[in-house]
């Protein structure tokens, strides 16, 4: 278990890490998600003692890094694939990671074919490829079978098999009783990764949740209708006090479940073409609940923006 | 501690620029041996077949640079106080492990001038003498230079955390900085932390510099302080 109370990092004026609490569990694997900037990475390397805390304290299983005597058998931990030298092999890497919490060459040998990298143990790390360097931090941070993992972006580089690999090997350390705390800004990855979230911005904990609590209670939930007598339809909806809106040939209903449309609309005797429940996805409730907390902000090319959800807005208040 | 020397020496002996240096170093050594042995008239003396191992000493304070300046330079130090949870042992570690690689290394490179001067001085039908007291001070100091010289580079490398930067502070403090202020100012220059060791290993015992071991102490104990301070740093500020 991973607990964080009352975090806090400065650089100089700027807070970068503000009073954040939250706890990781284990059994599942937990989605660390803030936008650019938020303080993710910080809040990472300030768990793992990288980084000096202005404030408050960071535990691994109850204590902090610093009391760990073999940190390799408790924590693994994955915060970036480039940090290698160049000219030393991928085995010596890890052995000599391995070799400090008096692991043995074998174990070196077992995490490199875990990861599928035995045939170029030998090479040098400075030619492989981001999605190798990756795999080659994950089994560094296997190495010492550590009952917590802490991957900072681990699907970062990696083709879509490596994705869905490293996908199910989370899921299936998680099942193994191990805290798994992972970041990443692969919101669709996350959304089939985890279970649990925490979210931050600015710095802040902006929610402790999980995956299907926030996407649920986002407002983008809808139910769209499709029906010959739209106009007719959409005037009847809103005279009974659902929230609609309308774009061409459908219409979007909020605060309605599909249950309540179709019995109106049956009630009503209204023929319908289409009646479906629109469940707004992690990406769409993660930029509703970080509106206000990105550090560096975009603009749209076009007009509307990709989201479905977005594309109705002229009746009605979707988000 | 054991398994963190361990580490350490895993490390250093794993990349190729270690390699490159410990080459470099056997090539001066040996190289400028043969050519004092045989550019020498009437007699090889053992200072001048270890000129190659003293100037060899700048090879070392490179590597100690190094040791520690490439692990912030490729980011491994994050690595590496990720699966330690003590950064002094790191650093003690890293620290043990490099004088002892210089301790074999310069003891190695001396055995090998002084050997190939005594085999070309053999072949030449000339004298080479080791058994004076003055060949013992040469080699002893000789071997105590090269140590100073790593753990200057070591020191340097903590404080600044970055090879290139190191590796050009050490050298311009060697052979520019030190020998101008030694020459302009010579009361102020027998203070400087390296030429107040000129005694160590030189050819004769200069009047205007420490006696060797007052001069081999005050070195040690800058070396020291510049040693502490660069761990000091690094145990102190984020990796």
Known sequence: MISARSL??????????????????????????GPNGAGKSTTMRMIMGLDMADGGTATLNGRPFSELKDPMREVGVLLDAGYLHPTRTARNHLWALAVSNGLSKARVDEVLGMVGLSDVAGKRVGAFSLGMKQRLGLAAA????????????????????GVRWIRDFLSYLAMEGRTVFASSHLLS????????????????????????????????????????????????????????????????????????VGRFAFEQRYELHELSQQAPSLEDAFLELTAGAQEYRTVSPVSNPSSTTRQFSTIGSPS | MINQIRSEWVKMRSVRSTLVMLASAILLAVGVAVIVGIQSNDRIDTASALIGVQIATMLFAVLGVQVIGQEYRFNTIRPTFST????????????????????????????????????????????FDLSSGDATRVIIGTFVSTLLAASFGYG???????????????????????????????????????????????????????????????????????????????ATTDA
């Open chain 1, 189 to 260: 990855e996350m959304a089939l990764m985890a279970q649990q979230l925490v979210i931050i911005g600015n710095g802040r904990l902006i929610a402790e949740t999980t995956v299907s609590d926030l996407v649920t209670g986002a407002t983008g939930a809808a139910v769209t209708v499709r029906a010959p007598r739209l106009d007719e339809f959409t005037v009847a909806l809103a005279g009974a006090g659902a929230s609609v809106a309308r774009k061409h040939d459908l219409l979007k209903v909020t605060g309605w479940d599909t249950a309540r």
């Open chain 1, 8 to 33: 806090t990092k400065r650089y100089g004026p700027k807070t970068v890490v503000d009073d954040l609490s939250f706890d990781v569990q284990p059994g599942v694997v937990t989605g660390f998600l």
């Open chain 2, 156 to 234: 340097i490398g903590a404080i600044v955390r970055q090879p290139i930067a190191g590796i050009m502070i050490a050298l311009i403090w060697s052979l520019v900085a030190e020998p101008i202020v030694s020459g302009l100012l010579p009361k102020v220059g027998k203070w400087m932390p390296l030429s107040s060791a000129t005694n160590l290993g030189g050819t004769e015992v200069l009047d205007n510099f420490l006696s060797p071991l007052a001069g081999g102490l005050y070195s040690a104990a800058i070396m020291c302080a510049l040693v502490a301070i660069g761990s000091r740093r690094i």
């Open chain 2, 84 to 127: 330690v949870s003590s950064r002094s042992r790191v650093i003690g570690a890293k620290l043990i492990t490099m004088l002892a690689s210089v301790a074999v290394a310069g003891a190695t490179l001396i055995a090998g001038a002084i050997g190939v001067a005594a085999l070309i001085a053999k072949m030449r039908g000339i004298p």
């Open chain 1, 142 to 161: 296997l190495l010492g079978d550590p009952s917590i993992i802490i991957l900072d972006e681990p699907a970062n580089g990696l083709d879509p098999e």
